[in-house]
């Protein structure tokens, strides 16, 4: 059976990764603050912690625990996806308070930073295919104002990606790390940039185009696209990457 680890997986892209994982007939333990409200097929199984990932070190602690504790022998192969993130009040940076950033940037980095950590290092000996994805944003490779910190957290999964990529390339039978932009999916974020204030996020005009225009994708389109370049067999060819390339 293959072993996928997905945060966020309560809603949006996280929610739709974690049922289309299911339906494959995977072993899914899903990371989120609420447990994903889904049936589980025969053949597959799900397993739910909620947990506040803006206090992620518990988090890392208890899944290297418990990766430690399974047989790899039993799998077929382990990824984890970190989709988890969140944005803080879209204004210019100075407007916004200090624990509203904290919050993006402990949600959006420092969490898959602490829980890419505890994986690689429970299943470091491990000889099945081991998969790293971090789910990111073309916000990581370029800027918007009154976002500052989603794009801070984006941009440093995608340089964690490349670093880890070098590291694990060193190892005989090292993971292959991506991160990945999935475009630009119909979530709630989305509404939060089409609600958002145009006197401080000068951006909302072509949100709203966007989903006027029906140019985006639903969150079971986006996941299927993300697990399509998953499954690739050149996945980690590229540490950074965009699903509208590879898909």
């Known amino acids: 059976m293959n072993l996928s680890i997905v945060t966020g997986a309560s809603r949006g892209l996280g929610l739709a990764l974690t049922q289309q994982l299911l339906a494959a007939g995977q072993r899914v333990l899903?990371?989120?603050?609420q447990a994903p409200a889904l049936i589980v097929p025969d053949g597959a199984e799900l397993?739910?912690?909620?947990?506040?990932l803006a206090d992620a070190a518990?988090?890392?602690t208890r899944l290297e625990q418990w990766l430690a504790a399974q047989e790899p022998a039993a799998l077929q192969s382990a990824t984890l996806i970190n989709n988890a993130g969140?944005?803080?009040?879209?204004?210019p940076l100075a407007e916004i308070d200090a624990a509203d950033l904290a919050n993006a940037i402990r949600v959006g980095l420092e969490a898959p930073l602490l829980l890419s950590a505890a994986f690689l290092r429970a299943t470091a000996a491990w000889?099945?295919?081991?998969?790293?994805?971090?789910?990111?944003?073309?916000?990581?490779?370029?800027?918007?104002a009154g976002s500052a910190s989603y794009c801070a957290a984006k941009a440093g999964l995608d340089n964690l990606a490349r670093a880890l990529a070098?590291?694990?390339?060193?190892?005989?039978?090292g993971a292959r790390v991506v991160s990945l932009a999935p475009g630009v999916i119909a979530t709630d974020m989305?509404?939060?940039?089409?609600?958002a204030d145009p006197l401080l996020f000068s951006d909302r005009a072509a949100f709203v185009a966007l989903h006027e225009q029906g140019q985006l994708d639903t969150p079971a389109q986006a996941a299927a696209k993300?697990?399509?370049?998953l499954a690739r067999p050149d996945f980690g060819a590229e540490p950074v990457a965009d699903v509208r390339s590879l898909a």
């Open 127 to 144: 000889r099945v295919p081991r998969r790293l994805l971090f789910i990111s944003s073309g916000l990581g490779r370029r800027g918007m």
């Open 47 to 52: 397993l739910s912690w909620q947990m506040d």
């Open 226 to 229: 993300v697990l399509r370049v």
């Open 58 to 60: 518990p988090a890392a």
């Open 190 to 195: 989305q509404v939060q940039l089409r609600n």
């Open 86 to 91: 969140v944005i803080s009040r879209l204004a």
């Open 30 to 33: 899903a990371i989120s603050r």
């Open 166 to 173: 070098l590291e694990e390339a060193q190892r005989p039978h």
